[in-house]
């Protein structure tokens, strides 16, 4: 690693204790090669196959079932309308605010460090953007954590960094 010359480290971080060990080496080798780090944060879109779209949209259904007899269709039109544009700014500003609390980490240790910092919060399957990601801005070094022991100690690699690991369309370092 002593011959390489990083000019962009992607640290793909969950704000686990894992990731942030993690994210504590990639900066260590970002301040040591003048890289910049790319803190990237994924807020994935599913959890357990449902999406937050259909939770909205069922409950919109629901809502409708219940106020349609009290509402013209253009009144119920204008509500659920309303309601959508709510919800999607209400979505967009919890995934900032996760965004932020999460990469704040990576870009202290970027300031104590003196390595400059870019901080991304993007929406997808976590596997697919990390890689998106690293292939867009074409890094040098891809730092992920894993999800640690199991009960009985043992090494357990993640899903996503597993994915990540077989898919990696540049240098990795993975930590435990």
Known sequence: ??????????????????????????????????????????????????????????????????????????????????????????????????????TSYVEELCKEMGAEAEIRIEEGHPANVILDVAEKENVDLLVIGTLGKTADGRFRLGSVAEKVIRNSPTELLVVR
């Open 1 to 102: 690693m002593a011959d390489k010359e990083y000019k962009k480290i992607l640290i793909a971080t969950d704000g686990s204790e894992n990731a942030q060990k993690a994210a504590r080496s990639g900066v260590k080798i970002a301040a040591l090669s003048g890289a910049k780090v790319i803190a990237l944060y994924v807020l994935e879109m599913e959890t357990v196959g449902v999406t937050p779209e259909a939770v909205h949209r069922d409950y919109v259904a629901s809502m409708k079932m219940a106020v349609s007899e009290h509402m013209t269709k253009e009144q119920w039109s204008e509500f659920a309308r309303v309601a959508d544009d709510m919800w999607k700014t209400e979505r967009h500003k919890n995934l900032q605010e996760k965004g932020s609390s999460v």
